[in-house]
């Protein structure tokens, strides 16, 4: 159970910086479609797959934080910079 309370604590806070860096992030039942970024425009959106578990959805989430460098400039838990980090 705990892993699952780490697991939705760190879903929620990666959330909060996406929405933090300009990124519209939805949850969407996408099918098999995996969860992802999309861009329409100059307009940056990520839709989760509801379809996936939570453990399945951060980690598609946390790749794409990853990649964009301006995470490094938002105040984040400890546990969520090692896991943008790959620690």
Not at 12 to 40: F, H, K, M, N
Not at 55 to 84: F, G, M, N, Y
């Amino acid at each position: 159970i705990e892993k699952m309370v780490d697991t939705l604590g760190l879903l929620a806070e990666a959330i909060q910086l996406a929405c933090e860096l300009g990124y519209d992030v939805r949850e969407e039942p996408l099918g098999d479609t995996a969860s992802g970024e999309v861009r329409i425009g100059a307009s940056r959106h990520i839709l989760l797959n509801v379809s996936d578990l939570p453990a399945d959805q951060l980690e598609q989430l946390t790749k794409i934080l990853a990649a964009d460098d301006r995470w490094k400039t938002v105040p984040v838990s400890h546990l969520l910079k090692r896991t943008l980090r790959g620690d």
